[in-house]
DNA sequence: TAGGCCATCTGGTCCT
DNA sequence: AGGACCAGATGGCCTA
């Protein structure tokens, strides 16, 4: 994964590195088509590693450019000044570059911190990027849902919420992060059909969520047990990794996630850790109880208004 | 092999 | 002038 203090030219074991060193000789060799060679000096190396390119290369291609143009007719007029601003303009451009690089990285940090707080993560099967953004969306969605109503929705609305708008992939594995089968939302035993995708026919379950049994009666396994607790974050191998999926959430505890090492978003080395407290009665809390690293927010109160009254 | 996803480069635009 | 942001282009990797 990359991280934000990390450039790619230090990480030899991303594959993406491999890609971007095989990119820059590509482009070295051939430059794209419709742009002049000189566009791609980025490409013969930057940040300090310019691939033994020197001054005197460059000179070299001076004087084939002057050839070129003498062929030509054609005379540079003031080139020993243009040189001067040339190799500004150039690192400028190799400067703008780098900052464009480190921004979207940055971006990158930022997405894959959403990752993890959204209901579906796993380090084995990463969400891309607009399938992030969406389930995202529909999460916030669904949550606001939740405050304004003051009611639970039952699982499978719950989970078409969540699902709105997005491919048959990550429906599936939301689903299966919420231990729902899929297969649940195509047919039920009655005949009845629904769907998750828009448009299809809604379905209400009987089901409560407390006792939601979505999967041909299989109870809801919570995933609240201690070996999710043993994970020290979400980047560290964990059995629910180890098994495809690692939902932060069951939905018993939709929102109990509890963050509890110290955000640094600089480094984006979160370390979320999801454990559900949502035991709700037992423990004295309500299952919407939301920590988040250590931190009772105030939505924890707005979250719990509902339910205590 | 096509399509999806991604990282990167690049030039343009806007803002400070 | 320089930085941030954005979108288009390009090419690599992976998977169905």
């Given at each position: 994964m990359l991280t934000c203090d990390e450039p790619p030219s230090s990480r030899t074991s991303d594959p993406f590195r491999a890609s971007w060193a095989t990119n820059q000789l590509v482009r070295s060799v051939k430059p794209e088509p419709g742009r002049a060679p000189e566009d791609t000096f980025e490409s013969r190396g930057e940040d300090g590693e310019r691939g033994g390119r020197d001054e005197e290369e460059e000179e070299e291609e001076e004087e084939e450019e002057g050839e070129v143009e003498q062929a030509c007719g054609l005379r540079r007029r003031g080139s020993h000044k243009k040189k001067g601003s040339q190799d500004r303009v150039r690192l400028r451009r190799i400067e703008a570059n780098t900052r464009e690089r480190n921004r979207m990285h940055g971006l990158n940090c930022a997405l894959d911190s959403l990752r993890k707080v959204v209901p579906c993560y796993s380090n084995m099967q990463k969400l891309s990027k607009i399938e992030t953004l969406r389930l995202a969306k529909n999460y916030i969605w669904a949550l606001g849902d939740i405050l304004s109503t003051g009611k639970r929705p039952d699982l499978l609305t719950f989970v078409q919420t969540l699902c709105k708008g997005l491919s048959q992939p990550t429906t599936n594995l939301v689903a299966g992060c919420l231990q729902l089968n899929t297969r649940s939302f195509v047919s039920e035993p009655g005949g009845e059909s629904f769907s998750l995708y828009p448009g299809s026919q809604h379905h209400h379950g009987?089901?409560?969520?407390?006792?939601?049994?979505?999967?041909?009666?299989?109870p809801l396994r919570p995933f609240c047990g201690s070996a999710l607790y043993d994970s020290p974050s979400p980047d560290s191998p964990s059995p629910l990794d180890a098994a495809t999926l690692s939902p932060p959430i069951n939905f018993n505890g939709i929102f109990s996630l509890k963050h509890e090492e110290p955000v640094d978003y600089r480094s984006c080395h979160y370390g979320l850790r999801y454990c559900s407290i949502s035991q709700g009665s037992s423990a004295g809390l309500s299952p919407y109880d939301i920590h988040l690293r250590g931190q009772f927010y105030q939505v924890q109160e707005e979250l719990n208004k509902p339910f205590h009254n």
């Open positions: 009987p089901e409560g969520v407390g006792s939601s049994s979505a999967d041909s009666g299989r």
